[in-house]
Antibody
């Protein structure tokens, strides 16, 4: 189970920060990958990035947000964080965290967090 | 970029079969996953690896994939199947890609 938290309103040019708490699994599992995905009417479902542990931590990001995004694991809390810098109204969306397996073979998302509606507005 | 195209909407009578397509260039060479999303909820995985059902998903849901089209079939449709359905693949150049979504109406 994945439980999300974080603010629903962010000002333009500021940083969007969300938390995904992992329940019943380990963020450092060698068979899990932790993803952030967002959904908006204009862009549909959009994969943003992932982190996973395979003897060391790995990070991959979508080119659409590269340079602005950071996904960080916290093994002490079993959390994964999303930070998206310099947001604009285009970043308004519902944000989800989701688990996948070992990419590329286990490339489906299950389960998903409940979603967080984030509005970028002054 | 790799594009997945789905019909905007599909209507089905209760008890009948709904077919949802997902078009992509040589999608038959990729592994396709399908998600069901009801209003205000997160997507739920209903099919992975083209046609495998996760635990808890009814046998009424099935999938196939060949050529340029993947298909999700809902047999004996029920009112509870009304939802938006999305296909998804992993592409070596574009990473995870989602389809445009299909609204299924049971009437």
């Amino acid at each position: 189970q994945l439980r999300q938290s974080g603010p629903g309103l962010v000002k333009p040019s500021e940083t969007l920060s969300l938390t995904c708490a992992i329940l019943g699994d380990g963020v450092s599992s060698n068979s899990a990958t932790w993803n952030w995905i967002r959904q908006s009417p204009s862009r549909g479902l959009e994969w943003l990035g992932r982190t996973y542990y395979r003897s060391t931590w790995h990070y991959d990001y979508s080119s659409s947000v590269k340079g602005r995004i950071s996904i960080k694991p916290d093994p002490s809390k079993n959390h994964v964080y999303l930070h998206l810098q310099s947001v604009t109204p285009v970043d308004t969306a519902v944000y989800f965290c989701a688990k996948s397996g070992v990419v590329p073979m286990e490339n489906w998302f299950d389960p998903w967090g409940q979603g967080t509606q984030v509005i970028v507005s002054s | 970029s790799y594009v997945l195209t789905q019909p905007l909407s599909v209507s089905v009578a209760p008890g009948k079969t709904a077919t949802i397509t997902c078009g992509g260039n040589n999608i038959g060479r990729k592994s396709v996953n399908w998600y069901q999303q009801k209003p205000g909820q997160a997507p739920v995985l209903v099919i992975h690896f083209d046609g495998d059902r996760p635990s808890g998903i009814p046998e009424r849901f099935s999938g196939s994939n060949s050529g340029n089209t993947a298909t999700l079939t809902i047999s004996r449709a029920e009112a509870g199947d009304e939802a938006e359905y999305y296909c998804q693949v992993w592409d070596s150049n574009n990473d995870h890609v989602f389809g445009t979504g299909t609204k299924v109406t049971v009437l």
